[in-house]
């Protein structure tokens, strides 16, 4: 069975046509949703409408979700792009969708699978913290019952894995860094498509799989994760997309320029 995982699509229809078609290629048996479907780009309610239409097994909803399905337009902690975003974004979208993304739970373990999927981190999900290190990852561990544990939200994707009791040496949790790209060479930066984990039996695994809609690892190309449970491997993708179109959009639609010049530096 291959699950797709979507992440912080954000409204990019650009980049969400992208992904669903290399699902399609790779022959995607289901769908899994990390929140964040709306907010910052052009086309929220057409990223609702691919997004409901999917075989989704699960969806979680995300801190742009929340505040657009709530009536209250205060959001405090958001900078002001953000904020003019979400009120631009609950004006698209009818009520229908609006509660939908209200009754979406916070965190989920999804039936029949070993995964579990939250938006931002399984230790407090409400409070939309991040999990950039290996002392964010073990708060994260805690709370993991299951093999595998997807999160998005930083828009920045990160890998770790906590070893079984049995095999610990110096450190139980340690980051994946081939997942991360860190320090890449300028080249295959941009060259390589996706990065793969072979899941090893007994650990646990942690994995953000960065964002469709609005990537801030400095990569724009966009990001998600599709795990094969037959192979037990998972795979993360980034596609380019037509940014340009994303970008006329987002200025169209008089949301602000920054929230279009960023798309380009992946930032
Ligand atoms: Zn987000």
């Known amino acids: 069975m291959k699950y797709a995982i979507l992440s912080d699509v954000h409204g990019n229809l650009e980049a969400l046509k992208v992904v669903l078609a290399k699902c399609m290629e790779v022959q995607v048996d289901e769908y899994i949703s990390l929140g964040d479907i709306v907010g910052y780009n052009a086309n929220p309610k057409e990223c609702l409408d691919r997004m409901r239409s999917l075989k989704l097994v699960g969806a979680v909803k995300g801190n742009h979700d929340e505040y657009a399905a ?133 650990f646990k695994y942690l994995l953000n799989v960065g964002s469709v809609g609005q990537p801030r690892n400095k990569d724009p190309r966009a990001s998600f994760a599709i795990y094969d449970s037959d192979v037990k491997v998972v795979t993360r993708y980034r596609l380019p997309y037509d940014i340009r179109t994303a970008q006329e959009k987002i200025i169209a639609s008089g949301l602000p320029e920054r929230l279009a010049s960023r798309l380009e530096r992946g930032t």
């Open 70 to 202: 709530s009536n209250d337009n205060t959001m405090e902690g958001f900078n002001p792009h953000a904020r003019t975003a979400v009120i631009w974004t609950k004006s698209q979208l009818p009520p229908e969708d609006r509660a939908w993304l209200a009754s979406l739970p916070m965190r989920l373990t999804i039936k029949g699978t070993l995964i579990t999927a939250v938006h931002a981190t399984l230790d407090s999900p409400d409070t939309w913290g991040y999990i950039f290190d290996v002392h964010h990852a073990a708060d994260n561990f805690a709370y993991q019952f299951t093999p595998l544990c997807f999160i998005g939200h930083s828009h920045v994707p990160v890998a770790f894995c906590k070893k079984p009791i049995a095999l610990y040496s110096e450190r139980m949790i340690t980051e994946i860094e081939e997942w991360v790209d860190k320090n890449p060479s300028p080249g295959a930066f941009l060259k390589a498509d996706s990065v793969s984990i072979d899941l090893e039996p007994g």
